[in-house]
């Protein structure tokens, strides 16, 4: 595979098999750059079109019949370029291709836009290039290929080692497709694979789900996320389970799954760095690091979503984005406009808050008071949450825990998050509204702050 | 308050279904432009409609059990008159909606005109859409009225199902001609001498009568064509007298307004004619007259006896109810019998997943609704599920299949509130009967229910239910229907093995969960169909556990019951949509903030609306 522009520039297949080589993060993420935390962006790619749909997918993707590669890989690097700009971002940390069907697309298409990120922006050699890959649509000269492009980690959509179940799932690949594509990648991509399981699914079983995850640790790599299924409005699997063709997944029996899933994850030595995400080796992903830490992400391709001070075009307030969803419509907007940013929201300083509390409190370290403090310097998490009898009861009761390091979840705690953050969120508006009813005489500087980071 | 429910609970129903055209909106246009086109000359020919005498023309539908094959026999009619060209994709052509596809149920047989060479003449054989469900059992007979026979299609492996005979008693008391159709003889099971016996049994038709296929191979369906002109006789109709159109159907055009059904019984319309309406007494001009072939074609002029489409600037389907009789101005004839308005007859709660989301659903409702004026709606308001609408609907799943619709059509993402049914009350306090103007009231919502103290009587709906299952199930299934209050009024085997059961129930007993009840306990075997059959005295004390609104009180000791800190959603993040995580989650704790206000009680919002899934004792 002849890749000659990727080669012609600055990010080059031997930094791409360098970044392989990188040293392993240990702790919290990417080491940050010596830029702003505003200077910096983790780069979300979405490649939206599929072979065939799956059952319970709801994400935005289509069935393509003959993509106009060229045109949909120009606009891709034409929006990445547009909005690299229009946020002022001079250091891209992580870039994620995801779906969709990545993997179906053509190597060339992912090199044309890693090499555009390197020329407008600074892409470190180590910086962490994942792609998702599907089984069947990535075979192992593919895979090679892909990473003669760049992308040095893999994201592979195995969900499940029943065939009877990846039918179900509307996959269209086998058991032993999903275990020979894993162990090509680790080959090509030693230290850098990551499989999805999913639990939960109609009529499935506590004790041969666990088989299979016990499998899977005979022969996966450094990191497992393991997913609930979600039934989702509008997907054959939802109507199924409606019209009683399939059973509904029982919800008790998957926090079961959950449970036993971790505790047999830990046991095998992965650590539990996130609610859905378990690495070893310190092979936690830096890119959804980010997200969970609110860092600035930009979002290019149909649907894509972006959170970003846009800067470069003088803006103050952090934005939550949104790119216009369907590829066609996207790519006459690209092709217009440079971009196909469908919404832009400015988010208010609460709702920034809220985020830092739902996303960090998915972390095992949680919200650190600095990482905090970098938010919302006024108020403390002691001021938040300190005072408040409910959230002294999950305290108490072991599911959260508020001390000198900060406001995080505990073993048992991390499995409920949602359940708690119905508690903390309103905690956190109370406190919020109490604090604006508080402070107009004693703090002049400080509502000017409207977007943070 | 107390009747919020998640959806789903009561949706297996959904398989006896079949849904008239109107609810499902527009025939797409779109999809008929791939049919075969007329050279222009063929053309004039072709759709001179005078050419048809009355004793030419008959007009007929198709009724049978979902699934039992209706659309692919339409579909193979349709190829046999050259109406669409025989293409090994005909596949339930008529389908257009994605809500018909996925549910196997069928609008079908959308009304097309066939034309037919036989012994020498050409006839004009009229294919009526039907809408197969008893939700629609009103629509059925408007339009079973504009038919003189029906082809009943009956699997051959199956047999007879509850909506078979359902819908074979609305053609019976309509006294159609009725020509039995044993379909799916081409499959491994089948067993149609069994199914001859059935339908002498129930129907009282000779064997001899029935029309063995198989629609999907194209088997002996030509004989079907021969048997609707020999059995069906013609309409009885007067060309020379005034102009009597009957309106069975209408849908709703963005561009050109109010599209009719029309059905002629007496006279000639013709482009440019002045007509009124019986029902509304508005005066139209007609724009355009036409024939469904199966897409549109104009016709200048359409007679008396024949079916087609009729435009005259309408601009709401309220103008053009199914049932009104159109006549020429100045001219009114004596309407045809029957009309009646849409009568709802299950309310249910309408509220947007998002509250910011109001006006996006409001707009989409709006839209819907242009298409199906049988749909009621009030606004209503929650105090956990903020603003809303009360929505009437003629039937389960009617009401099932407009929520489809707003999602798959309008990305629509809605919570519905346990279906009620109308109650009534004779009121006996002289003030209450001075406040409402009449002494019987009907109440569509349950929070306005009046006192007993104030009532002499209370009245439900209730409805006739057939159900028809395998002979080892008749005995829970007798348990299950004697637990729903209902009232056994006959039993009967159909063969050695499947027995048909009737039974009155009281509407509100089957609008939840019901059929699913049923499924479950039949393997999937029984059938399920009913009919309205008025209302009757309901007991007190059962209705004040139900409507004085102490179910929160139940509520409250159920809700002890529930883990609220088992459910966590470990979502995948799609590409950092945080956006929609911390939605839900800010739903979420909105809904406990107002549940804590309302009842002291800490659940999350879909713990509670899961809680009130399962029903209270009866």
């Known amino acids: 595979m002849v890749l000659p522009r990727a080669l012609a520039r600055g990010w080059t297949a031997a930094a791409a098999r360098a970044a392989q080589r990188r040293r392993r993060v240990d702790g919290e993420g990417a080491s940050p750059g010596p830029e702003a935390a505003s200077a910096r962006a983790a780069l979300y790619v979405h490649w939206p079109y599929c072979e065939k749909r799956c059952s319970y997918c709801n994400f935005n993707k289509y069935i393509a019949r003959g993509v106009e590669e060229e045109v949909m890989s120009q606009c891709l690097v034409t929006e990445a370029q547009t909005l690299l700009r229009m946020s002022g971002v001079q250091r891209v940390e992580s870039v994620f291709f995801g779906g969709g069907t990545p993997s179906l697309a053509s190597p060339h298409t992912v090199a044309a836009i890693l090499e555009e990120v390197a020329r407008a922006a600074y892409l470190p050699a180590d910086s962490e290039v994942t792609l998702e890959a599907n089984p069947t649509s990535a075979a192992g000269s593919r895979l090679a290929a892909f990473g003669a492009a760049g992308v040095n980690r893999l994201s592979i959509g195995l969900q499940s080692l029943d065939d009877s179940e990846l039918r179900l799932l509307g996959r269209t690949h086998s058991a032993s497709d999903a275990l020979r594509t894993l162990a090509e990648a680790r080959r090509l991509f030693p230290g850098r694979v990551s499989i999805d399981l999913m639990l939960g699914l109609p009529a499935q079983q506590l004790g041969p789900w666990l088989g299979q995850l016990r499998e899977l640790l005979q022969h996966c790599d450094d990191h497992i996320s393991l997913y609930q299924l979600s039934l989702e409005r509008g997907t054959t699997l939802f109507t199924q389970v409606q019209q009683g063709t399939f059973p509904a997944p029982d919800p008790e029996l998957a926090a079961d799954m959950y449970q036993e899933g971790r505790a047999a994850l830990q046991e095998a030595g992965f650590r539990q760095y996130e609610v859905s995400n378990f690495a070893r080796n310190g092979a936690l992903s830096t890119h959804n690091w980010t997200y969970w830490q609110c860092g600035q992400y930009l979002g290019i391709g149909p649907g894509a979503h972006g959170r970003f001070v846009p800067q470069g075009a003088g803006g103050q307030a952090r934005e939550a984005r949104i790119q216009t969803l369907e590829p066609d419509n996207w790519m006459k907007e690209v092709m217009l406009f440079g971009h196909g940013t469908r919404k832009r929201t400015p988010l208010g300083q609460l709702e920034l808050l809220e985020e830092v509390l739902a996303m960090g409190l998915r972390t095992d370290v949680g919200i650190t008071h600095e990482h905090w403090q970098q938010f919302e310097p006024q108020l403390s998490l002691w001021a938040v949450f300190g005072a408040s009898e409910e959230v002294r009861a999950l305290l108490e009761q072991g599911l959260l825990l508020l001390d000198h390091s900060g406001l995080r979840c505990s073993w048992e705690g991390l499995a409920v998050l949602d359940s708690l953050l119905l508690t903390l969120l309103p905690q956190l508006q109370k406190a919020w509204q109490q604090r604006i009813s508080l402070l107009p005489g004693d703090r002049p500087a400080s509502p000017a702050r409207p977007g943070g980071l | ?618």
Request: positive net charge; contains cysteine; charged residues 25%.
């Open chain 2, 1 to 618: 308050m107390w009747t919020v429910v998640g959806r789903g609970c009561w949706r297996g129903r959904l398989q006896v279904s079949r849904v008239t055209r109107w609810l499902l909106g527009p025939p797409a246009a779109g999809s008929w432009a791939t049919h075969r086109r007329c050279s222009s000359a063929d053309f004039e020919e072709k759709f001179d409609m005078s050419r048809f005498p009355v004793e030419n023309i008959r007009n007929f539908s198709i009724i049978a059990h979902v699934d039992h094959g209706k659309s692919t026999l339409a579909d193979r009619l349709l190829e046999l008159t050259g109406t669409i060209d025989k293409k090994k994709n005909n596949k339930q052509v008529l389908d257009t909606l994605q809500v018909e596809r996925e549910r196997g149920i069928t609008v079908k047989a959308q009304t097309a005109s066939l034309f037919y060479d036989f012994e020498g003449k050409q006839y004009l054989l009229n294919l009526i859409d039907t809408p197969g469900h008893v939700d629609f059992n009103y629509e059925v007979s408007r339009s079973l009225s504009a038919c003189q026979g029906v082809i009943l299609v009956v699997d051959a492996n199956e047999g007879i199902q509850a909506q078979t005979v359902a819908n074979f008693f609305l053609a019976f008391e309509a006294q159609l001609a009725i020509i039995p159709v044993i379909n799916k003889i081409d499959l491994k099971n089948a067993d149609p001498e069994r199914v001859e016996k059935q339908i002498e049994k129930v129907f009282d038709i000779p064997r001899n009568e029935c029309i063995k296929i198989s629609a999907k191979l194209g088997t002996n369906v030509e004989s079907i064509l021969q048997a609707v002109i020999e059995r069906i006789p013609p309409p009885k109709v007067q060309r020379n007298n005034p102009l009597k159109a009957l309106v069975f159907d209408s849908t709703f055009d963005r561009y050109r307004g109010v599209i009719a059904s029309i059905a002629l019984f007496d006279g000639v319309v013709c482009k440019g004619d002045k007509i009124a309406s019986a029902h509304t007494q508005k005066t139209y001009e007609v724009n355009e007259v036409g024939v469904l072939n199966p897409s549109e074609r104009s016709t200048q002029k359409l007679y008396a006896g024949q079916v087609g489409y009729l435009i005259a600037g309408m601009r709401t389907v309220s103008e053009a109810q199914v049932g009104d009789t159109l006549y020429l101005h100045r001219r009114p004839v004596e309407p045809l019998p029957g009309f009646k308005a849409a009568k709802p007859m299950v309310f249910a709660g309408m509220y947007p997943v998002d509250q910011s989301e109001y006006n996006n659903l409001k707009s989409a409702v709006e839209k819907l609704t242009l298409n199906d004026s049988s749909v009621t709606v009030h606004r209503d308001s929650s105090l956990a599920l903020g603003a809303g609408w009360r929505l009437g609907f003629l039937g389960l799943l009617h009401m099932e299949v407009f929520n489809q619709r707003l999602e798959q059509e309008y990305n629509a993402s809605v919570i519905l509130t346990t279906p009620t049914v109308p109650y009534k009350a004779v009121l006996s306090s002289a003030k209450l009967i001075k406040e409402y103007r009449e002494k019987e009231i009907t109440i569509i919502n349950p929070a306005q229910f009046p006192d007993k103290s104030k009532v002499t009587e209370y009245l439900e709906p209730v409805v006739l239910g057939t159900i028809i299952t395998p002979d080892e199930y008749t005995r829970e299934i007798m348990m299950l229907c004697q637990a729903r209050r209902a009232v056994q009024k006959n039993v009967m085997f159909i063969d050695q093995n499947r027995v048909m059961l009737k039974y009155l129930f009281p509407l509100n007993e089957i609008v939840v969960d019901f059929y699913d009840s049923l499924k479950s306990l039949s393997s999937g075997y029984a059938s399920f169909d009913y009919e309205d059959a008025g209302y009757q005295t309901a007991e007190l004390v059962k209705m004040d556990i139900l409507l004085n609104g102490n179910l929160v009180e139940e509520l409250v000791t159920v809700v002890h019951n529930v883990k609220p800190y088992r459910k966590n959603v470990l979502a995948k993040c799609y590409g950092g949509d945080i956006t929609r995580k911390m939605k839900l989650l800010r739903r979420q704790a909105e809904g406990k903030k107002k549940l804590r206000k309302i009842g002291n009680i800490e659940v999350p919002k879909d713990a509670f609306i899961k809680v009130l899934k399962t029903q209270p004792d009866k």
